[in-house]
Nanobody, 125 residues
Framework: QVQLVESGGGLVQAGGSLRLSCVAS????????MGWFRQAPGKERVFVSA????????FYADSVKGRFSISRDDAKNTVYLQMNNLKPEDTAVYYC??????????????????WGQGTQVTVSS
């Protein structure tokens, strides 16, 4: 069974940091784009950051550029999201996801078919 399991969320004050982890199991996601999305209460799920399908490039939403950093450890089948200088507007459930198609770089929610259960990030002011 293919699974993505996120961890690392929590409550942090504005200006603080958190590191999210996403462990993939069941199969390898080599040649699949991997990314992070978030969904705030009452809002749609939106793109945060992703790797290209080759893993060689990274992409970020404008709202997190310069504060968030995506990384990966292929030996551990794990993708990370380092979040620094957190703001109250970063409060959301954060999801890890894998693209549905190989060899496709994308930031569209609808192009990602495997999702984790989500981890809550709450930033207090």
């Amino acid at each position: 069974q293919v699974q993505l399991v996120e961890s690392g969320g929590g409550l942090v004050q504005a200006g603080g940091s958190l590191r999210l982890s996403c462990v993939a199991s069941g199969r390898t996601f080599t040649n699949y784009a991997m990314g992070w999305f978030r969904q705030a209460p009452g809002k749609e799920r939106v793109f945060v950051s992703a790797f290209s399908w080759s893993g060689g490039r990274t992409f970020y939403a404008d709202s997190v550029k310069g504060r968030f950093s995506i990384s990966r450890d292929d030996a551990k089948n794990t993708v990370y999201l380092q979040m620094n200088n957190l703001k109250p507007e970063d409060t959301a459930v954060y999801y890890c996801a894998a693209a549905s198609m190989r060899w496709k770089t994308t930031d569209r929610v609808t192009d990602f078919g495997t999702w984790g259960q989500g981890t809550q990030v709450t930033v207090s002011s």
